[in-house]
């Protein structure tokens, strides 16, 4: 079964090995990062895969950018 994780990401053990992909479809989110770092502008990323909106590249961004998001742990001394 799969579970929205972020507006327009989910996961489902039975999509892309239970990666997180943009909602309904097959596209990993790591696909979207790596389009992006490679050059690709969110236009052409639309145009070569047009079930794909500018909303869920971006929200594939803001997934990858709370994901990476980890808590400060600081000593006191």
Do not use: N, Q, W
């Not at 489902?12 to 502008?41: E, H, K, N, Q, Y």
């Not at 145009?47 to 929200?59: I, L, N, Q, T, W």
């Amino acid at each position: 079964m799969a579970s929205l994780i972020h507006p327009r990401v989910s996961v489902d053990p039975a999509v892309c090995g239970g990666r997180p992909v943009i909602a309904g479809t097959r596209v990993r989110v790591s696909d979207v990062l790596d389009m992006l770092a490679g050059g690709a502008s969110v236009g052409e990323i639309v145009a070569d895969f047009p079930y794909v909106s500018a909303e869920d590249v971006a929200a594939a961004l803001a997934f990858a950018a709370r994901d990476t998001d980890h808590p400060v742990v600081t000593a006191k001394g």
